[in-house]
């Protein structure tokens, strides 16, 4: 294989290069964000009027323990009835593994395209 | 046996592309132990917890085991593959030789935001530490915590742009103490010495799994924070003296030393905080260790643990800039990212370009972004490099077999780990679909755009042969 010469890249180039991947990167974090989609948030499915450690499902050392940590019912009540919602949908979780396998699909696909280049030139045909 | 032997001591160089100025090999099997442990100990003290709001406490032991198998894998793998990559970028430069470049690039950018996002953890939580010890000392109102976590940031860019040693001196010292000081807890509140103030039975009823085997399952997403980050242990390959016997005996040491704290550390903060409490790590328990230590009622353990976690943290955020810099650099110098980011300092002997250019990408995410995203954001980054090594490893066999290359350290029973470690990784994806879903969707798309960016218009500037810098034999079947 004839030895591949890379063009030069100018200044400008490299700082464009730079500029798209910090986009890409604080994107990929902040999008999900501002568009109110990120993480799991936490819900009181069902809350208590006037709770006491009682109602709240708590024996007498872990309302020990809460009022240790400076908690009173009313100040803990979110904090111990919040629970996760993990109910999802059958077509988002194909779609998800449908995503991871492209990706690993593109890149392994590629890399070996990319690979016997270098292979070819590091030790000849 | 090939007559190539990658472990030769006398094969340490400089930089592996000839260049005149190269990292500096002082680095022993310590510091290895230190930039290991030293990166992974703030996840006992803060993070982790968020396993136990997934699931309950017993499920968080559950993903505290399956994580310390899925990293006992990584740990086995990556010592077998880097004993014989004697060159900074660690699983980076591995995907280099092994797979191809354009899974090298994404392995660098796994690892530069693994790292990156974990800096922005620890500078978060030193913040917050700050916070709650102007709290602790009278200090009325409320107190600004964004000073700290970028002085935080700044301070430990300054230590690794001035050099390696000396950076990593000081997280062998500071990791000692903080592991140290999570023993002491243990004895302290466990009944050894003195009164005892466990009472898991009492704290574990009616709490039991209190969204059932689901629950077990989505732990498993924060149950990697307990050990995430061992793998940078091969960052430091092209720095030590001894890549083939230190690499290996710096990492297993590290993940034996991670499984005890780990351990060890759920069991003193269920024993001692209700489940509610230490599983939210926003809005209640953010240091889990120092919480337990101030219901134990003594000042000096109290004490011990503020600056456990504070020594933590800084130790971590210390071996976060020194990981992501170097995969940076590697990457900078193999021309996949603008050249001018693979230069040395001529004087320190640090990649000094790819620290002080990643402070202000780590300040982004600490001061603007709350903690589970961040903590999320850089366990996707890892799980992803995680998936990518039990390819590696397979494929390192197939081209390279045993007898081809001398390795430092040969893993028992492959491809079991390999199976092992695909496996739980695909069981943490879906634990990480069950709440965060769209990030990591999110992400698989920033790495899809990223990857043709690269493949299309990058990879023009890059040489082709040059890349390939181990002195291997020709891999089987090119």
């Given at each position: ?125 | ?95 280099k030789h092994i797979i191809g470049p354009l899974m090298a690039f994404n392995v660098g950018l796994y690892l530069v935001f693994a790292y990156t996002m974990l800096e922005a953890a620890n500078a978060i939580t ?353």
């Open positions: 294989m004839a030895h591949y010469q890379p063009p030069a890249q100018g200044k400008a180039s490299q700082l464009l290069d730079v500029i798209v991947l910090v986009i890409l990167t604080v994107g990929a974090l902040f999008v999900p964000l501002w568009l109110g989609m990120a993480g799991a948030a936490k819900s009181v499915a069902t809350p208590v009027a006037n709770p006491t450690w009682e109602t709240l499902g708590q024996n007498e050392a872990q309302s020990a323990k809460y009022e240790a940590l400076g908690y009173t019912p009313e100040t803990a009540h979110d904090l111990i009835l919040a629970r996760f919602d993990y109910s999802f949908s059958i077509t988002a979780l194909l779609a998800m593994i449908a995503v991871i396998l492209l990706y690993y699909f593109l890149i392994l696909r590629f890399s070996e395209v990319e690979y016997r280049e270098v292979i070819s030139e590091k030790f000849g045909e | 046996m090939s007559s190539v032997d990658i472990t030769s001591k006398t094969m340490d160089g400089m930089g592996p592309h000839g260049t005149k100025v190269g990292l500096l090999r002082v680095l022993g099997p310590a510091h290895v132990w230190a930039l290991g442990v030293g990166i992974v100990l703030v996840g006992e003290y803060m993070g982790w917890n968020f396993a136990v709001g997934k699931g309950g406490a017993y499920a968080a032991l559950i993903a505290c085991w399956f994580a310390g198998i899925l990293y006992s894998c990584v740990a086995m793998i990556d010592s077998e593959v880097t004993s014989t990559v004697a060159s900074a970028g660690g699983q980076y430069t591995q995907a030193a913040g917050y530490l700050f916070y709650v010890v102007a709290q602790m000392t009278g200090h009325a109102g409320d107190l600004d915590q964004r000073p700290f976590i970028i002085l935080v940031i700044m301070f430990l860019a300054w230590l690794n742009y001035r050099g390696v040693l000396a950076t990593l001196t000081f997280n062998l010292v500071i990791t000692a103490i903080a592991f140290v000081a999570i023993l002491v807890l243990f004895l302290s509140t466990s009944g050894i010495l003195g009164t005892g103030i466990m009472d898991h039975a009492a704290l574990f009823e009616g709490h039991e799994l209190p969204y059932g085997w689901i629950g077990v399952l989505a732990a498993m997403h924060f149950g990697l924070w307990y050990y995430l980050g061992i793998e940078g242990t091969t960052q430091a390959a092209e720095e030590v003296r001894s890549p083939a016997r230190a690499l290996p005996f710096g990492t297993l040491a590290g993940i034996m030393t991670l499984l005890i704290a780990a351990t060890l550390t759920w069991y003193i903060c269920s024993g001692v905080l209700p489940w509610e409490f230490l599983g939210d790590g926003v809005n209640g328990s953010v240091a889990p260790l120092f919480d337990t230590a101030r219901l134990s009622g003594s000042t000096a353990l109290v004490w011990l643990l503020g600056f456990g976690t504070l020594f933590a943290t800084l130790a971590s955020a210390n071996g976060c800039i020194n990981d992501a810099s170097r995969a940076w650099f590697a990457m900078g110098r193999d021309k996949y990212l603008p050249g001018w980011f693979g230069a040395v300092h001529p004087k320190y002997r640090t990649p000094y370009r790819a620290i002080v250019f990643l402070v202000p990408i780590a300040l982004i995410f600490a001061l603007g972004a709350p903690l589970d995203q961040v903590i999320t954001f850089s366990i996707l980054s890892g799980l992803l490099g995680y998936t990518f090594m039990p390819l590696n490893i397979i494929l390192f066999r197939r081209k390279w077999p045993l007898e081809t290359i001398k390795r430092g350290y040969e893993h028992p029973f492959h491809p079991i780990p390999a199976i092992t470690l695909l496996t739980l990784c695909a069981v943490t994806f879906f634990a990480v679909f069950l709440g965060y879903g769209t990030q990591l969707v999110a992400m698989i798309g920033f790495y899809i755009v990223v990857s043709l960016w690269f493949h299309f218009w990058r990879y023009r500037f890059v040489n082709r042969g040059a890349q390939f810098t181990m002195p291997w034999p020709k891999p089987r079947g090119y």
